[in-house]
């Protein structure tokens, strides 16, 4: 079975630039999740969908992070423009059910010079 | 506000010793706790999980003891093995709600004493 797929896995880019990462959640997964890790603050959640509808965006990310869910089986995460405190692993989960753990992909690295 | 806290922040043990990892939270609505591994490079995976019903659940070497009096729940390691040298975290959700959203500690990692 297919898990949840996210590309790229590294990004290196530019303060400023525009950066989109793409994730492909499990098939028939209705919810779906973008985290951000860094050691510092952990994983924080950015954006939650629920049957393609936004559920919650991540307060403190509002303003430069934003995410779509195109159709059921693509999300994208636009961050514009990125800034050096960007540079994190970006995660994107996906699940379906009550009392069924979101399952990961294994993250995009992104390095903000 | 951190709303799910996990201790201790680095955890080390020989090989064969039993490893516990703490976890406690602040909202007593929280009902389900999975427990996720994570490997360098690697996304969080999950290892094993609780509902707020039970106050036990094992899985192999892996078991969750969980005190809902205490908002207090920790995973014990037995037999700890090279392979086990990762980072924990513990997450909690309101399925209640109908959502899997978690929030997260900010994990232990575990390693063993070479």
Known sequence: DAGVTQT?????????QTIILKCEPVSGHNDLFWYRQTK????????????????????????????????SSFSTLKIQPTEPKDSAVYLCASSFGTYQAPLFGEGTRLSVL | QQQVRQSPQSLTVWEGETAILNCSYENSAFDYFPWYQQFP????ALLIS???????????????FFNKREKKLSLH?????????A????AASLPGTGSNRLTFGKGTKFSLIP
């Open chain 2, 77 to 85: 390691i037995a037999d700890s093995q090279p392979g086990d040298s």
């Open chain 1, 8 to 16: 790229p896995r590294h990004e290196v880019a530019e303060k400023g």
């Open chain 2, 41 to 44: 490079g690697e996304g969080p």
């Open chain 1, 40 to 71: 510092i603050q952990g994983l924080e959640l950015l954006s939650y969908f629920r049957s393609k509808s936004l559920m919650e965006d991540g307060g403190a990310f509002k303003d430069r992070f934003k995410a779509e869910m195109l159709n």
């Open chain 2, 50 to 64: 609780i509902l707020s019903v039970s106050d036990k659940k094992e899985d192999g070497r892996f078991t969750i």
């Open chain 2, 87 to 90: 980072t924990y975290f513990c």
